[in-house]
């Protein structure tokens, strides 16, 4: 055993011997293997509706669009439990079927996602923890609890804060500041987000804490399973390497779906982003849980790079060429929902799924590498959604 080994065995013994005493039996090993996803719209599968981005509002949006229901070729109808699996297509939780844990080319027998589009720590904990329901829907911890009584679980990945911190009402400022050309939205974004650290920390680092109780109340140890927390990827690109330039409004803002000054989308990138992960990684590294920064995994495949575009009538949709983000234009709510917006779309859905699966294939401590605490996943310039690949970070 590693000293790093070792010292994670201390962490995570220390939070599982915090939770009340059970008498049920050791994890069901003669039941299906399983891998489990929790937390929110980044790892639910939000926008898994969409490959690419098109500003055709017609039929099969030049292809994009995998709600289509066709008759006799043609796109005549739209169905999102094509791609939303029920109830998830009509309670808003939007568990996509190419979300990352279903992606992932993983080694169990199962693989199952409890995540909901707009959770928040809150509604990872325990009930009687505190948790809440959401969207219809128990606890995502007591959820836990119930599928490990029947599966085996092995890896159990969780995406979870954005929403603590306000994530979506840091976007809608952005939005709002570009288009009626009002001061630059990290003015007074900044200042909040940072205050709002601490405590959003604080309830992560709880939610991983629930989810050992919750295996453990099961008769799980501490190394039956892998628990991972991920960060998450940025879908805008920084000002230099956007397509569209900031004063073509009709181009960044209307066609493209990139709605945000030069000087946002650089706060975006380089600091909010990474403030995230690093914050994240201190979280993670505290409960002893495995990290996978994903802060890199889009780079050159944001909505607008330069190094991709939009699909078009002679252009399909491709995961080499295409955006990997979900736009956020004037047609994104005719076309679906706008709640889809600003989200990996199913080729970014893809591409994390790959990340899922060379993390869980890599050792959970890599021997080669023993101060290593998770890995960075980045992709490969020109590559598709298979081509990732991961880094250990101390």
């Given at each position: 055993m590693t000293l790093l080994r070792g010292m994670t065995l201390a962490l995570v013994a220390t939070v599982v011997a915090a939770a009340p005493p059970v008498a049920r039996a050791a994890p069901p090993t003669g039941s299906p293997t399983a891998a489990v996803s929790l937390g929110d719209s980044y790892i639910s599968g939000e926008a898994g509706r969409w490959q690419g981005?098109?500003?055709?509002?017609?039929?099969?949006?030049?292809?994009?669009?995998?709600?289509?229901?066709?008759?006799?070729?043609?796109?005549?109808?739209?169905?999102?439990?094509?791609?939303?699996?029920?109830?998830?297509?009509?309670?808003?939780?939007?568990?996509?079927?190419?979300?990352?844990?279903?992606s992932a080319a993983i080694s169990v027998a199962q693989k199952i996602n409890i995540a909901c589009s707009g959770a928040v720590t809150a509604n990872i904990w325990r009930a009687q923890s505190g948790g809440q329901t959401f969207k219809g829907e128990l606890p995502q911890a007591d959820q836990l609890a119930t599928l490990a009584r029947q599966v085996n679980v092995k890896l159990v990945v969780l995406s979870i804060g954005g929403n603590d911190l306000g994530f979506a009402d840091i976007v809608a400022a952005c939005v709002t500041a570009y288009v009626s050309n009002g001061p630059p939205c990290r003015t007074t974004q900044d200042a909040p987000l940072r205050a709002k650290m601490p405590t959003a920390m604080a309830n992560v680092r709880k939610a991983l804490d629930e989810i050992r109780f919750?295996?453990?109340?099961?008769?799980?140890?501490?190394?039956?399973?892998?628990?991972?927390?991920?960060?998450y990827p940025s879908v805008i690109p920084r000002a230099a390497e956007n397509r569209y330039a900031e004063a073509d409004k009709a181009s960044r803002g209307g066609l493209g779906g990139c709605p945000f000054y030069d000087t946002d989308s650089d706060w975006a990138r380089d600091t909010?982003?990474?403030?995230?992960?690093?914050n994240l990684k201190a979280a993670a590294l505290d409960r002893g849980a495995q990290f996978i920064d994903l802060r890199d995994a889009f780079q050159s495949r944001e909505i607008c790079a330069t190094t991709t575009?939009?699909?078009?009538?002679?252009?399909?949709?491709?995961?080499?060429?295409?955006?990997?983000?979900?736009?956020?234009?004037g047609v994104t709510p005719v076309q679906g929902d706008l709640q889809e917006a600003i989200h990996p779309n199913a080729y970014g859905q893809k591409a994390l799924g790959t990340c899922v699966k060379l993390v869980f294939a890599a050792a959970p401590f890599d021997a080669a590498h023993p101060n290593a605490k998770g890995y960075a996943c980045k992709n490969t310039p020109g590559g598709d959604t298979s081509a990732m690949t991961i880094t250990p970070t101390p």
């Open positions: 981005n098109s500003p055709n509002s017609a039929g099969s949006r030049d292809g994009t669009d995998r709600a289509c229901v066709f008759t006799a070729g043609v796109c005549t109808a739209y169905d999102k439990s094509l791609v939303y699996i029920p109830p998830s297509d009509t309670n808003g939780c939007h568990r996509s079927d190419v979300a990352e844990i279903r919750a295996l453990a109340g099961d008769g799980y140890g501490p190394f039956d399973y892998r628990l991972e927390l991920q960060s909010v982003v990474p403030l995230i992960s690093d575009a939009l699909a078009g009538p002679t252009s399909p949709p491709s995961p080499t060429t295409s955006d990997w983000g979900r736009f956020l234009s």
